[in-house]
């Protein structure tokens, strides 16, 4: 019998043929013994699926969805179809190293109640930094404002070994997610209404609310693009980024908790969106009001994913991660421009 979890490593891929071609053969490359490498297509037009089933017939399984459902609704899809121990949820345009499944594996199997993870992202262009959406694991603050250990804001910083102990973390990375099966099952996966972005975050707080652990790996690298879909200067970002925030928030908080807050980011989100006009981001800062548009529209909607749920009994909540101040003005009234700056007992 293989004692060996079985680990899947689903893409998600939606016209990322380049990115296939480019960073595909280092994932095949893995060295953990007990693998499959998924690639779920979400209706690309660019010849990605008739690409993998030449060239790769044999290494990769191919699940093709009818349409383009976003990174939400398209791993959702694929990932019913795929049974293993551990996922890994893997951006297409993501380089990893040799043995980068090893470390994070053995990390979830010596404890129960870690139901995520994340290795140490780094950026593919400029490979002694961090990349933006990751770093060295996510964290979130009072006001639900997420960032990363080695990553504030618009302040990425060099990799030079500071963030290199493995420990618990708020949210892992959707660019490289580590997360069991019984877990994915269990929190019932993505928010479809997310689409894409904070998604991930969403997922991480559920599990949290749950009780379980998510963690960072520092003795695995990977190496990510970023910006593959949507980049930064595409308003539809910006909106989703808003818009996203605030479903956040008024899924995970307590009702009267979730109100003061979102309350008060609707006040620094009027802010953005000044700063916007002011700037001449006329776009952007329509998005931001459709985004509030749409979060009012939706607000007393019921998400199709429970915030909270239980297997087997109902574990205490665990906010490992949870900074106590507001990022906002420890980063831009305090000048506090790296994580290493936070005063760590201001961390749960």
Not at 132 to 142: E, L, N, P, R, S
Not at 273 to 287: P, Q, T
Not at 310 to 331: E, H, T, W
Request: aromatic fraction near 12%.
């Amino acid at each position: 019998m293989n004692t060996v979890p079985k680990v899947a490593v689903v893409i998600l891929n939606w016209n990322g043929l380049h990115h296939l071609q480019k960073f595909l053969p280092s994932v095949l490359a893995s060295t953990y013994p007990n693998l499959q490498v998924v690639v779920g297509d979400n209706a690309s037009t660019d010849g990605s699926v008739a690409f993998l089933k030449g060239r790769y017939a044999n290494e990769v399984t191919v699940i093709e969805n009818k349409e383009n459902y976003g990174f939400t609704g398209g791993y959702n899809r694929v990932m019913a179809q795929v049974e293993a121990d551990i996922y890994i949820l893997l951006n297409s345009d993501v380089e990893v190293t040799p043995g980068w499944i090893e470390p994070v594996v053995q990390m979830m199997q010596a404890d129960e109640l870690i139901a995520a993870a994340a290795p140490k992202i780094k950026a593919y262009r400029k490979k002694d930094h961090f990349e933006h959406a990751g770093a060295a694991g996510g964290f979130i603050d009072k006001l639900g404002y997420p960032f990363c250990r080695g990553r504030l804001f618009y302040e990425v910083e060099e990799d030079k070994g500071q963030y290199d102990t493995s420990g618990e973390i708020f949210w892992a990375s959707g660019a490289a997610l580590f997360i069991t099966g019984r877990h994915w099952k269990m929190s019932g996966g993505f928010d479809e209404r997310f689409f894409a972005h904070m998604e991930e975050i969403d997922l991480c707080w559920r599990l949290k609310n749950m009780g379980y652990k998510v963690m960072y790996c520092a003795a695995s690298t990977v190496y990510h693009v970023g910006g593959g879909t949507l980049n930064a200067e595409d308003p539809f970002k910006t909106y989703l980024n808003f818009r996203n925030n605030l479903f956040l928030l008024k899924k995970n908080l307590p009702a009267a908790r979730a109100a003061w807050v979102i309350s008060i980011r609707f006040g620094l989100d009027l802010i953005a969106l000044l700063r916007f006009m002011g700037e001449g981001k006329r776009k952007d800062a329509w998005a931001v009001s459709r985004a509030h548009q749409n979060f009012v529209r939706k607000v007393f909607q019921r998400s199709p994913v429970a915030a909270r749920q239980a297997l087997g009994g109902q574990l205490p909540p665990n906010m490992k991660g949870l900074y106590k101040k507001s990022i906002v003005s420890q980063f831009f009234i305090k000048k506090k421009h790296r994580f290493s700056d936070l005063d760590p007992a201001d961390l749960e």
